[in-house]
Structures are given as C-alpha cells and as structure tokens.
C-alpha cells in the first residue's frame, strides 16, 4: 500500500509542473513504485508512453526496464519478460554495462521459457560482444561473472535438450577456465540436479559432497549440504 501511496503521490507532483523538480525523476520514481506495489502491467503501459518516457534519460529508461523484467519473471511471466527483453536488447544506444545485462537475461529467459533450442545461439552473441568490447570498457570482474555465468547456461541448455556430454563437458571446462569462480562451484549443483532429475543419486550426492568438502566457505555450501 505505501508503494501505491507513493506512486500516486509522484503523479500529481508530476501535474504540477514545477521547474524546480525534474520530470523525469518524478516518471521515473513512479515507475518503480508501480513495480514494487505489484502494478506491473501498469508500469509497462507507463513505460510504453513515449511522451513520458521522453522525460527521463536513457540510463532511468533501462534501468525501469530491467526492473519490470525481472519484476515480471517473479511473478511468472517469464514469456512475457522474454518478448520484453527481446524489444530493447539490440538498441544500439545502449550503454555498454545495459546492453551487457539485457543480452545476459536474454539468454537466461530463453532457457526458462522453455527455449533451449535457442540459447547456444544467444549465449554465442554474449561471447562475442565481449571479445568485441575495446580494453577497459568494463572491469575485469564483471567480463569474468558474465563470461562465466555465460559457460554455465550453455550447459544447463545442453542438460535441457539432453545433451549429457556436451552439458558436462562445458562444464568440466568451466571449472578449468574460472576455477573457484561462482559459476565454477554453483555447476557442482546444477550438474546434481540433473543426476537426480535422470535418477542417478548417488553420483548426484557425491557431487554436493564435492562442493561442500572443496568450497566450505562458499555461499552455496550449505545448499549443497542441504539438496
């Protein structure tokens, strides 16, 4: 109720055309507030209004769209979400570390949409916008999260379409080229899951067990310990 408040608190400020005030915060704020009070396909009408997204700059206009996606994939709407992302990744005004983020959850709702067919495809073009990135146009950890996490959704896609090999192979090479990286270890869980989803539970244990003894510290220690 307080985001609702505030949402509506936003849009008369928004009519009262002070100068003193930036519209395109106000929109902005607005926006969010929808979101976070649950008003989703209100937030989308909103932010498909080019009069008032006109308001607010480039980065605030992306930003209010990675919130409603990920707003919309929580609330099951991966579909939606995808169609979503797939209007806006490929806008070439995108700043760099944006464009990043929209190709990455691209290539995750693909796979959560139930088209994994379609992924090694979309996780290809995110290899390769980052080999094209000029040195220095975004840090040496975030090149290594995504590049990593990027290897670890091609083996889950693989998994999908039953493709144990090349699933598992992709993933013994991740371990190799970002060991210890939180992708490297979270693989130990995602390659469980499979062994147990193909009834192999014993190989699936040993898995988490390997995570757990070898990474005692990690943050998914305990959900391996747990699974």
Do not use: C
């Amino acid at each position: 109720e307080d985001y609702r408040n505030a949402a509506k608190a936003y849009g008369m400020a928004l009519t009262e055309q002070s100068a003193s005030i930036s519209h395109g915060d106000l929109f902005f704020q607005q926006v969010v507030s929808e979101i976070s009070a649950g008003s989703l396909d209100r937030a989308m009408a909103m932010l498909n209004d080019e009069n008032g997204v006109a308001l607010i700059n480039p980065r605030d206009r992306w930003s209010g769209e990675w919130n409603l996606v990920k707003a919309l994939q929580w609330d099951g709407r991966t579909a939606a979400a995808y169609d979503r992302v797939e209007q806006f990744v490929d806008q070439s005004h995108l700043e760099i570390d944006l464009r990043l983020r929209f190709l990455w959850l691209r290539a995750r709702l693909s796979l959560d949409a139930g088209d994994a067919d379609r992924t090694p495809e979309l996780t290809d073009a995110i290899d390769s916008f980052l080999l094209a990135l000029p040195e220095g146009a975004i840090d040496e950890e975030t090149r290594t999260a995504v590049a990593s996490n990027n290897q670890l959704l091609r083996a889950e896609a693989a998994f999908s379409r039953g493709d144990t090999d090349y699933g598992t192979a992709t993933l013994d090479q991740l371990k190799i080229d970002y060991p210890g990286s939180k992708a490297a270890i979270f693989s130990y869980i995602i390659k469980a899951r499979f062994l147990s989803n193909d009834n192999r539970t014993v190989e699936a244990q040993q898995e988490l067990i390997e995570l757990a003894d070898g990474f005692p510290d990690s943050e998914y220690a305990p959900m391996a310990l747990y699974e």
